[in-house]
């Protein structure tokens, strides 16, 4: 796997097309994996991710590679929780690092009082579960809603954690 160079900075209105365009893109396998072409992020509307975009206690970075989006990750802030989501990386860059980027990226962006990373992902998502595991989350249950049981992770920050680098 090689990786590819991005560059990560906080997602801005101007970037909201291009990032629906991304998500939708990015998800489209997981709304097959599972047969749900409903999933959020594929039912999400340009104007309510724009209100997401600008929403208090939410922070969605992407990364590009020269101007074009290839990845992004958005976190809501609660207390000291911080919940991943929404995290996509374009299907033709998967398997070149981006991911692993934006999971480093995001930890500067975090106050400084969190003190735990939750994520949920498909319970059959190998790859994802592969991922979140290899960067310290730990499966802590599983939740079924309708016809999909969730994988939900956690991963408990450290002093290690406040000096990781800024991003790419």
């Not at 074009?68 to 998967?94: H, M, N, W």
């Not at 980027?101 to 592969?130: K, M």
Request: charged share 25%; glycine share 8%; hydrophobic share 40%.
């Amino acid at each position: 796997m090689s990786e590819t160079e991005v560059t990560i900075r906080p997602i801005a209105d101007a970037d909201a097309g291009e990032l629906l365009t991304l998500r939708r893109a990015a998800f489209v396998t997981e709304a097959q994996q599972y047969d749900d072409p409903h999933i959020p992020p594929l039912t999400q509307t340009l104007s309510e991710l724009r209100a997401d975009i600008a929403a208090e206690g939410v922070v969605t970075l992407g990364a590009w590679a020269g101007h074009r989006l290839v990845g992004s990750i958005r976190v809501v802030l609660e207390g000291k929780k911080a919940t991943l989501g929404r995290f996509a990386v374009a299907p033709d860059q998967q398997g070149h690092g981006i991911g692993t980027q934006l999971l480093l990226a995001i930890l500067p962006h975090l106050p400084e009082d969190v003190e735990e990373i939750w994520v949920f992902t498909g319970r059959d998502s190998v790859q994802n579960l592969a991922l979140y595991e290899k960067h310290g989350y730990t499966h802590e249950h599983d939740q079924t809603v309708g016809d999909l049981t969730y994988a939900y992770l956690r991963r408990i920050l450290g002093d290690a954690d406040a000096e990781a680098p800024a991003s790419a």
